[in-house]
């Protein structure tokens, strides 16, 4: 199911392969976000055509719209959207928590308003999981209790408890054919409580495991920090995913750290604002540095947009409002990150990856608007 490849001597960066029942996904790899069945602005060939290895659903978004009976009747999540590589479902507990209006926490589950149309729902760890059965992702996620950042240590004690007790349920429950199980470890910024949590998430015995609980408004040095202490507390067997990371230099710190999966909303989000990523950091295009600039957006990109367009031409169709910009702008965004894992298992593979993380981190340039925008993410 996951065979490690390869550990890094002088990091904990790792290389391997998961096996799963579309495909198999070499790590560490970066997964494409599509919420609603759909990476915004792209379709399987674009997809495709980026190496995307692997992408995301979710939960709580597809259950409402359009619906288990419509999926259900579709056959599957990957039929109803064209996709025949593996899909990992978030379980739908971030965005009850996030998004819901009035949500109330009650033991076996979490009662709430849908954000779209204030209807009374409820979702807990038996309805998680039956919907990502419905959905017959190759990866579903255990349905846990994610607290913000900051939250005192009670409240995410409470959560830690939670989440234990519903992965167990979780774990119970029926699964699609194949499907992979990821628990995940909370615990908040109090090492202890992670300890707790990836103690007792881990000898519940899944398939993989997440890091859950960051990305939630805490500073980034304390994020890295939980990171590197939480990673050497799951089996080195298994894989192990950060959920809702990050930036490219935030996930070449959290290769270093031993981490395998990563997801993240940047790349395609700040495209829709104009912002391209390259391996020297982040732009903006929409600037008249670029009105007459007839290059591509980085060089050295395989990727369609920097092979057939210029940065002046994707600064036009941004300040003109093109839906065309913002989709080749997310072609490069997606394919940069897609890149940057291929780049990072090279130099795995090659033994060479401490000196590629120190030249990487030391040419990335973060600008203030971008950091602004990370955090507006996490919101």
Known sequence: MFELLQTDSATSARRGWLQTAHGNVETPIFMPVGTRATVKTLDRADLKALQSQIILGNTYHLNLRPGMETIRAAGGLHA???????????????????????????????????????????????????????LASDIAMVFDDCPPYPAEREQVLGAVERTTRWARECRDQPRAEGQLVFGIIQGGCYRDLREQSAREITAIDFDGYAIGGLSVGEPEPEMLRMAELTAPMLPTDR????????????????????????????????????TAFTFGGAISLKGAAYREDFGPIEGGCDCFTCQNHTRAYLRHLLNVDEILGLR???????????????????????????????????????????????KNAQK
């Open 80 to 134: 109803f959207m064209g996709w025949d590589l593996p899909i990992l479902t978030d379980s739908g507990g971030f965005q009850v928590f996030s998004l819901a209006k009035m949500a109330k926490i009650q033991e076996d589950g979490v009662a709430f308003q849908s954000h779209i149309d204030g209807a009374s729902l409820f979702l807990g760890p038996r309805e998680a999981m039956a919907i990502q059965r419905n």
């Open 239 to 274: 894989p192990r995913y950060a959920m809702g990371l990050g930036t490219p230099v935030q996930l070449v710190e959290l290769v270093a750290r031993g981490v395998d999966m990563f997801d993240c909303v940047l790349p395609t989000r700040l495209a829709r604002n104009g």
């Open 328 to 374: 080749l702008l997310t072609i490069h965004n997606l394919r940069c990150y897609l890149r940057l894992m291929e780049v990072v298992r090279g130099h795995l593979k090659a033994g060479t990856f401490g000196e590629f993380r120190a030249a990487f981190h030391a040419n990335y340039r973060v600008t203030s608007r971008v950091e602004e925008q990370r």
